[in-house]
């Protein structure tokens, strides 16, 4: 088994996997990475399977040093990437591709692009399972490593697998394979609009992220949609839900929320366009799109559609040779 | 009877309504959506992946790979409308007697709480100890149970400022209802007394005390007791 060493934590370090469904009644929420499909491919590439426990970062990566040879793949945002040989070398790691890396240290830094990405090495994050994942519940203070994110000095547990064959600096394949390359800083989302009086003019209002947007939810600023104090019984929500608290401004509610709430329901983001939603960085410009069922169930099959054309690429450019990293 | 309304919650799930999205929590609506969780479970839909019950709300969430919500909701109206009265399918459900030592250092709210009553502290315990509370729902946190059956005349206010660390096991009154923090957090319940039981553990097979629909009974027990009672094994 290797460990990694964390040298640096980056600003939001986790394990995630796809997440723990059916807990929902007790209270737990389903978890997992925010954009599970960027996940599933970091994996594809390193040969994981799909629901092998990845790191997820946000903003800034982490800083890990291992005493191995690791086999790893960056995808989602593209992050700066670099790893230090132990003569103290750099050497640029690209995303979007597996990365063979001699032993050394890969300094994860920032993202520029976007806010989210998710790193698969190969043997997968070999932390203990807890109701049946190993993504991390902060709320809970369960799964993952230890309920809680990456600290300095933490040592992460990779799983075995075969060593990849590499030289003194990373190797990697010519190729790079990726979902939505471009994240743009307007961000669309659709929504499935409730009965809700307020809920069409939701997609009328200029909305902007709030910096206090997290794991739980994403909140909005913008011009409040004024609703008459209601009192509701607490009822179950999901990921994807978009709540009108009493201070008018949207909350999108993502993987780590509470199972309930009791603020109005103005509808719920179409499952095809929850991965925008963990790109979109503090004061990013947000707009709420209506459409129908009907609209998102075929945004949800051309999404997988699309998933699977590169899940088929990834497999076919594998067998190709690695070349050192410039 | 049947639910009165069926509306998309996402695009895997689902929301049954059976009764009023209002307060107060209708006991008869609650226990109608605890009959229809049971036997929806009991019918093992393959397509099934969670089903969370509220107050007046019932949560479906299904695979979208394997069916799409318009064919769900034809197999979940019939399981839905096929509840006969209480006393036929009367299920004896489970009672959970919860330990819980009143008052002192595990409850530093009581004094304060009876004086607003204007009842003893004795006598506040008497009176929330006596009764037969419902787990309504479960949520806000792993474990965290919405318990249904508080006394109105022991509904107390939520403290004007929260305390930011509420000990785990603690059992209190916010607003209507009464119920217990698994887990150290922030709150703002009254707080009255303290359970050794660990509501949640999510290593345990059965990872929550509490299930939706269980019955509660808490019984007030000393203090001396609290470190040699049995912790939920």
């Known amino acids: 088994m290797i460990l990694l060493q964390v040298l640096a934590p980056g600003a939001s370090t986790t394990v995630q996997d796809r997440g723990r469904e059916g807990w929902r009644h007790l209270g737990v929420a389903r978890g997992g990475a925010l954009d599970p499909v960027q996940a599933a491919l970091a994996n594809r590439m390193v040969g994981n399977p799909a629901d092998a426990a990845v790191l997820e970062i946000t903003l800034r990566g982490p800083t890990l040093a291992f005493d191995a040879p690791l086999r790893i793949a960056l995808c989602g945002a593209r992050i700066d990437a670099a790893f230090i040989a132990a003569d103290g070398t750099r050497h ?14 890969l300094a994860l830094g920032m993202i520029r692009r976007g806010l989210r990405a998710w790193l698969a090495i190969d043997g997968g994050i070999a932390v203990a399972p807890v109701l049946g994942s190993r993504s991390t519940d902060l709320r809970g203070g369960f799964g993952g490593l230890d309920g809680r994110a990456l600290r300095a000095g933490d040592r992460v547990p990779v799983g075995d697998s075969a060593p990849p064959q590499v030289g003194p600096v990373p190797e990697a394949p010519g190729w790079w ?38 794991r739980q939810g994403l909140r909005c600023t913008g011009t409040p949609l004024a609703c008459p104090p209601q009192d509701l019984l607490s009822a179950p929500v999901a990921p994807g839900t978009i709540q009108l608290p009493p201070d008018g401004r949207p909350i999108v509610l993502l993987a780590d929320a509470q199972t309930v709430g009791g603020y109005p329901r103005l509808g719920h983001v179409i499952a095809a366009d929850l991965h925008r939603l963990a ?6 410009a947000l707009r709420f799109e209506a459409v129908d069922a009907a609209a998102a169930t075929k945004a949800r099959l051309r999404r997988s559609a699309e998933v699977a054309r590169l899940e088929w690429a990834i497999d ?4 190709e040779a690695d070349i050192p990293c410039a | 009877m049947t639910a009165t309304h069926c509306e998309r919650l996402a695009d895997d799930a689902l929301l049954l309504s059976f009764g009023a999205d209002s307060p107060p929590v209708d006991p008869d609506t609650n226990a109608r959506v605890h009959r229809a969780a049971a036997r929806i479970r009991a019918a093992r839909l393959p397509w099934l992946r969670d089903l969370v019950p509220a107050y007046a ?26 509840d006969t009265t209480p006393d036929e399918h009367a299920t004896p459900g489970r009672c959970i007697e919860i330990p819980v030592v009143y008052g002192g250092a595990f409850g530093e709210d009581l004094d304060a709480a009876a004086a607003e009553l204007g009842l003893t502290p004795d006598a506040l315990i008497a009176r929330h100890s006596a009764a037969l509370y419902t787990v309504a729902m479960i949520g806000f946190a792993p474990g965290f149970p919405y318990l249904s059956g508080l006394d109105p005349a022991l509904a107390l206010p939520r403290l004007a400022t929260p305390r930011t660390r509420v000990p785990a096991g603690s059992v209190g009154i916010g607003g209507a209802q009464t119920g217990l923090y698994p887990r150290e957090s922030p709150g703002g319940w009254r707080l009255l007394g303290r359970t050794p039981l660990r509501l949640f553990d999510p290593t345990r097979e059965t990872p929550s005390l509490l299930a939706p629909g269980d019955r509660v009974r808490f019984r007030p027990i000393a203090a001396d007791d609290f470190a040699r009672s049995e912790t939920w094994a």
């Open chain 1, 92 to 105: 640029p790691v690209p995303c979007d591709r597996p990365v063979a890396l001699p032993a050394g240290t």
């Open chain 1, 177 to 214: 394979i990726a979902l939505d390359p471009e994240p743009s800083d307007a961000t669309r989302v659709r929504y499935v609009p409730s009965d809700h009086a307020l809920a069409l003019p939701l997609s009328r209002g200029a909305w902007r992220v709030d910096p206090r947007s997290d």
């Open chain 1, 279 to 284: 790109q979109a960085r503090a004061g990013d």
């Open chain 1, 316 to 319: 076919l450019m594998s067998p």
């Open chain 2, 57 to 82: 709300t019932l949560a479906v969430f299904f695979d979208p790979d394997a069916i799409d919500a318009e064919a769900a909701r034809q197999p979940l109206a019939a399981l839905i409308d096929d």
